[in-house]
């Protein structure tokens, strides 16, 4: 269990970086020392001045990110709730924070905390084999934090779909969220191929200084309420004037 980060040369000067979370044996599912390990290693590329692009995937061929790990989530209480969803958040945020632009490289499921982590990546690209869902809504627990962004991506009638039913959907959300169809190979390819011209780093950071504060307080305190009344609470929408770029 790691987070494998791997630099690449560029024939036009820099370099980009892929980040590979590796838990393949649970789906790459994300528990706490993973997510610190997350954190960690986008902070390192965050002062890298020749970093300009990172790709983001998930270990094998089953999943990008399978979800938040299920034993962890299951031992949680009103204490250590807040702790777990500000870490999800924290690792949302790295990506979203990191000043070029990121790409999620889904292949195999993304689901839960793993498309809330698609999510924030600035841009996606997904295998044929690629299903999206945040099924957490089915056992009472409340998609939050980067949950979000789903309305501005996928239009607010799909997100509600995904949100409220807990089902897991594969087709219709590509469109809207860039999605190549491409198998793995050809996924690569895809990825590789975008361009970053010389000013990209400088556009993503001025749209970083525009950002508004986090929503992070709100979004635990309805996380925490459902905890407590093993209710489902979904959030739809971001707040007014929340960061929904």
Excluded at 31 to 53: S, T
Excluded at 219 to 227: D, F, K, S, Y
């Amino acid at each position: 269990m790691s987070v494998l980060v791997r630099r690449e040369q560029r024939s036009e000067g820099g370099h980009l970086a892929h980040l590979t979370i590796d838990n393949i044996g649970k789906l790459n599912s994300l528990n706490r020392e993973l997510m610190i390990e997350i954190v960690n290693a986008v902070a390192a590329l965050d002062d890298d001045p020749q970093l300009r692009l990172a790709i983001l995937s998930g270990a094998g061929e089953r999943a990008f990110v399978g979800g938040a790990d299920v034993g962890e989530i299951a031992a949680l209480d009103h204490v250590t709730a807040r702790s777990f969803i500000t870490l999800v958040h924290r690792c949302c945020a790295a990506f979203r924070r990191l000043p070029v632009p990121v790409i999620a490289r889904i292949d195999g499921y993304a689901l839960g905390a793993g498309l809330e982590l698609a999510c924030a990546c600035d841009l996606r690209v997904a295998s044929e084999r690629a299903i999206f869902g945040m099924p957490e809504v089915r056992v009472g627990i409340p998609s939050v934090v980067e949950a979000a962004l789903l309305p501005k991506l996928i239009g607010p009638g799909r997100a509600r779909r995904l949100l409220l039913t807990g089902e897991t959907i594969d087709e219709y959300i590509r469109p809207e969220i860039w999605m190549s169809g491409a198998h793995n190979t050809e996924q690569t390819r895809a990825s590789n191929r975008l361009g970053v011209p010389p000013g990209t780093p400088v556009a993503k950071r001025s749209l970083l200084k525009r950002a508004t504060p986090s929503r992070r307080t709100c979004l635990v305190i309805v996380w925490l309420t459902a905890i407590e009344s093993s209710r489902p609470v979904v959030v739809l929408q971001p707040q007014t004037g929340a960061n929904t770029a």
